[in-house]
């Protein structure tokens, strides 16, 4: 009866976090994955659409106000991008801090390049003038062709390419910490030398950026980020893989 009653007070007294390690921190950047993947599809083939549709948007009949919200869906997936690995660094850099820092490092620079081209997507709504005529017309044409080339080079610098640096960085981690199946992070590890090969194509023009290929190699990156985003929110770390790097630091959990 002593042992049951001292095994009961250990339990009771033993730290929530060491049962379920970091559960909100899974969570969290768990659903801050899945956050940037719902809130930037709409905003990429729907909200502006009505602008990469119409060349002479600036001058004529607008929705702005779809396009302004595919602008605030992105900002959200922005700041959801740097989240996730602000969140994640305290448990991976345990793993390998320069990888973690360098994962933290190419996320903020993606969200950097995904609001650059959003302001290029506001500023085009900014100079819609439908009763423009003469040589005014002509500059707002003229500038909006050009904004709209911004935004296709920060979409194909950041989306395009980043998210493979990113699998790298952060599947390395995960792979070689276990905490989460290994199989989810040998999708973007696989993944991902395809995906920068493609998105390397891209920028000196050998490949189109809606090409099958680019397609194709986008599956893998966007299977690992889901995968990982929806296990994070509903299963967390594993606790062995968690008690093991706090084993490895010497750390408490």
């Not at 001058?59 to 994640?88: F, H, K, S, Y």
């Not at 989460?180 to 920068?196: K, N, T, W």
Request: aromatic share 8%; net charge neutral.
């Amino acid at each position: 009866m002593r042992t049951t009653a001292s095994t009961e007070h250990t339990q009771a007294r033993e730290p929530r976090s060491s049962r379920a390690p970091y559960r909100g921190v899974a969570m969290t950047a768990g659903v801050m994955y899945l956050v940037t993947i719902v809130a930037s599809i709409p905003a990429q083939f729907i909200n502006y659409a009505p602008i990469f549709d119409n060349p002479d948007y600036v001058l004529g009949a607008g929705a702005d106000t779809r396009v302004m919200w595919g602008g605030l869906l992105e900002v959200i997936a922005a700041l959801a991008c740097i989240g996730t690995a602000v969140v994640l660094f305290p448990v991976v850099r345990r793993q390998h801090e320069g990888a973690a820092l360098g994962f933290v490092t190419a996320r903020v620079f993606e969200a950097s390049l995904i609001v650059t081209g959003v302001v290029a997507m506001l500023s085009v709504v900014t100079l819609r003038q439908p009763g423009a005529g003469g040589a005014e017309a002509a500059a707002r044409l003229v500038s909006s062709e050009a904004l709209v080339a911004v935004h296709d080079w920060t979409f194909l610098l950041g989306p395009g390419v980043m998210p493979g640096i990113n699998a790298v960085l952060l599947g390395y981690v995960m792979y070689r910490s276990g905490l989460v199946p290994r199989a989810i992070p040998a999708i973007g590890l696989l993944g991902a030398p395809f995906f920068l090969v493609a998105g390397a194509a891209s920028i000196v023009g050998i490949n189109e950026p809606a090409s099958v290929w680019t397609a194709l190699v986008t599956l893998p990156i966007f299977a690992w980020e889901a995968a990982l985003g929806v296990w994070l929110t509903v299963k967390g770390f594993k606790p062995d893989a968690v008690r093991g790097l706090h084993a490895s630091t010497g750390a408490s959990l």
